[in-house]
């Protein structure tokens, strides 16, 4: 029998996360008046103790021990060894991955969840509400609040909460409260469903909805959380990436390659970021966010000041954006179609420490198939996009003769996104979602006036 799987024992969890803010500069979030935010202002938003975490500069943050007692029902994260998908494509390539599917939601997002939950409980908050795309994000929180009784209210972008509907009846069941977005709930809501009242959605409409239910609480016990996107989720995920080094270790391998999906950037920055400091810090490795073809942030759209969501609630981040009101198009990956992007993620592929690609959907399901054949796993569709580029790059190993060492991030399953691997296998999905540059050059009208990020270094 092949040693397919590498893991840790408990006692060997990582026991404090790592916080990239140390190591890179940023440009800060901007208020309304043009200056950078102050924690005063977003302390209707978040709990002071997470606001803290966002703007901390500490390289090592402890993880609470109330916290790793939930992450010990899935953590720590096995590795695996893909030899069944090395053979199939007949690569000299290593090919290895953190298995973050295992979550009792089936991805990386309890990471964050469990965490924030525990923040808002010890701040005294008695109800959280969020956004969901795909329901991944609103499945974990719903989750994490169960764990620490905090009430949990989740906006649903309605194209998925329509494909999806299973994805719903687990946020009930561990008693969340979903509605699909645009509602009437909330002004941002009933906004988008004036102007078209036939509007799939968006991850923007959603947290704009979500942030209004929560600042527009009167008992003052109602708090938003966002999924992705801020230093503090980044944070939190961190303990992806800090396992897998101490498992390549075990097996005296370290990656050429490591490569994640990314819609907000939290899974792919979760691997990547304690990799990242070895990178400032001189190592030679290729890092990969991949990102879908129908929602091109990094690949396409420019290093700007933009909001991160439609109703333009939050302050102005530095970040790649498509614009706040840009509408992907539906494809099947909801949890890839953000209109932004981490801060943090932006900073680093604008430096060049992260290369972003993009992949097509048609590619990314041949992958995802593939994947499910060889690995055994069947993908999330957000998965699927990473997948791809580890295919595109195993074979280039095998075509240039190179036992390159590959890592990625399995950042979930696809068992609750069957339909759109019926529309795949039954040759129903579209291959190929055609931007042409009007369409982005049109949606970035809306940060055209902003103030423009400064231009900063890491490289030691
Ligand atoms: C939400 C989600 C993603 C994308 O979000 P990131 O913040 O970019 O990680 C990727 N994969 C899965 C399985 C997800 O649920």
Redo the contacts with the bound molecule.
Sequence with gaps: MKKRQIFLNQDEMPRQWYNILSDIKMNPPLGPNGNPVTPEQLAPVFPMNLIEQEVSTERWIDIPEEVLDVYSIWRPAPMVRAYNLEKALGTPARIYFKNESISPPG???PNTAVPQAYYNKVFGIEKMTTET??G??GSALSFACSHFGVECKVFMVRISFDQKPYRKTMMAAWGGNCVPSPSMDTRAGREALEKDPNTPGTLGIAISEAIEAAVGDESGKTRYSL??VLNHVMLHQTVIGLEARKQMEKVGEYPDIIIG????????AGLAFPFVLDKINGKDIAIYPVEPAGCPTLTRAPFVYDHGDTARYTPLLPMHSLGHAFVPPPIHSG??RYHGMAPTVSQLVNEGICEPRSVTQGKAYAAGVLLARTEGIIP?P??NHALAAVVEEAVRAREEGKEKVILFNW??HGLLDLGAYEAYLSGNLKEDIDLPDTLLTEAGEVYAGNPKPGKLSSRR
């Excluded at 999906?261 to 792919?268: D, H, I, L, Y």
Aim: overall charge neutral.
């Design positions: 991805s990386h997002k795309g795909a991944q994000w999924g992705s999906c990314a819609g907000g950037g939290s899974n792919f949890g890839l999330a957000e998965t950042s979930g």
